[in-house]
């Protein structure tokens, strides 16, 4: 199977990593990630204001190239997630921005809103199958105690992400057991790291990602997974708090995959 | 935009938050992470927009510490999302020249090796125009 893929901004740089286990694991898993030529930066944060149209462009040149494809929409970033499925439903349900969009893009054929937008996760749940995921893994992390940590951007609003269960999901937890890891729930996993706020404040983030680590060490985890770089930076700025190390959930995966190895040498 | 039109009105327009059908259950305010740093609380936005005082809460300090976690729009019970209602406010603010909260200038001292190309992109859409 072929998707079409968006990588974003900063799994070309800081979180390269992320990007490099995500594909060797595709690979393995036997689906392939191809990615959509010149994509333009998402923009980070879906533009809230009703009469935004610019800024939504970036994420319907993505839509639009992996329709022409005939493909669906893989991401991996949280943020360049939840960017493109919003501004993907305001195609679809906005008939004012759809027209005006479209008005921008004079396309042969106008965009609206035909390409399905999944999450990498979604890939691994609905159309691999974690039942499935399970007999390809060849080194399962038996014994490791991993926190999922969801954050913000893919869950809410539920209404339109329809991710999972925006106040009890389970699809990390269940992805954790699939690599056979112990899942640990803890009630900090879809509170906000701070987001944007560490740029000029970080002492705020700070607080916010301590709250978070100790409540998922008090639980018992030993590390944290997470799908946005940037809930992996403020983490990292936590003080005064538990410190567990923050992985991508793509390097636990590429590691019971046993293609983390290949990719570290490459 | 919207010449002749007054702040309050601009911030209903821009958000689409119709804010009469706020209860005042104060399940946003409950929600909010930045609770503490507010001056004005999610709960209170929409009187603001109500009563026509948009300058106090252009002003407050609550326009910059949204993070956008949409946590308030999730659990809103009547559909009133006032993390769009500040967003809206805060638009009218950086949509006007030289109103922007983050300068280019200012960037090199806000840098760290493990800062990610994605905060920084964040902050410029959320803080200017």
Redesign the interface.
């Given at each position: 199977m072929k998707y079409s893929y968006y990588p974003g901004c900063t799994l070309k740089t800081k979180a390269k990593e992320m990007d490099a286990y995500a594909r060797a694991s595709a690979e393995a898993l036997g689906f392939e990630l191809e990615e959509i030529v010149d994509w333009q930066c998402c923009g980070g944060v879906y533009p809230l204001g009703t009469d935004e149209i610019a800024s939504k462009l970036s994420s319907v040149r993505a839509l639009d190239a992996a329709k022409e494809k005939g493909q669906d929409l893989v991401t991996l970033c949280s943020a360049c997630h939840h960017v493109i499925k919003r501004v993907n439903d305001d195609m679809k349900n906005v008939d004012d921005i759809q027209t005006r969009a479209n008005n921008y893009m004079e396309l042969d054929v106008p965009y609206k809103g035909e390409t399905e937008v999944l999450h990498y996760l979604e890939v691994l749940r609905d159309r691999i199958g974690f039942e499935a995921l399970k007999e390809k893994i060849v080194n399962p992390l038996k014994g490791r105690k991993i926190g999922a940590y969801y954050g913000c951007l893919l869950l809410r609003p539920s209404g339109l992400m329809a991710f999972d269960n925006p106040e009890n999901p389970s699809i990390i937890e269940d992805f954790i057991r699939a690599i056979g890891a112990e899942p640990v729930v803890y009630p900090y996993r879809n509170e906000c790291c701070g987001g944007y706020i560490s740029l000029k404040e970080k002492d705020l983030a700070r607080n916010m990602t301590a709250n978070i680590m100790d409540s998922a060490a008090g639980f018992g985890a030993e590390a944290l997974i997470t799908a946005c770089p940037l809930c992996l930076y403020n983490l990292g700025l936590s003080q005064n708090a538990a410190r567990l190390p923050v992985y991508y959930f793509t390097a636990l995966l590429a590691e019971a995959l046993g293609v983390k190895e290949e990719v570290l040498a490459s | 935009m919207s010449y002749g039109k007054s702040q309050a009105e601009q911030i209903r327009?821009?958000?689409?938050v119709n804010p009469h059908k706020c209860m005042k259950c104060g399940k946003c305010s409950a929600s909010c992470?930045?609770f503490n740093?507010m001056d004005i609380k999610p709960h209170q936005f929409v009187s603001y927009v109500l009563n026509d005082d948009a300058e106090a809460l252009v002003n407050s300090k609550s326009l910059w510490?949204c993070?956008?976690?949409?946590?308030c729009?999730?659990r809103c019970p009547r559909d009133v999302k006032p993390?769009?209602l500040i967003?809206?406010a805060r638009?009218t603010v950086v949509r006007q020249r030289g109103a922007d909260y983050?300068m280019p200038e200012e960037i090199p001292e806000?840098l760290d090796p493990?800062?990610?190309?994605?905060?920084?992109?964040?902050?410029f859409?959320?803080?200017r125009r």
């Open positions: - | 327009e821009i958000s689409g992470p930045s740093e510490k993070l956008s976690c949409f946590a729009i999730e993390g769009k967003d809206g638009q983050l806000h493990k800062l990610p190309q994605q905060l920084l992109v964040s902050a859409r959320r803080y």
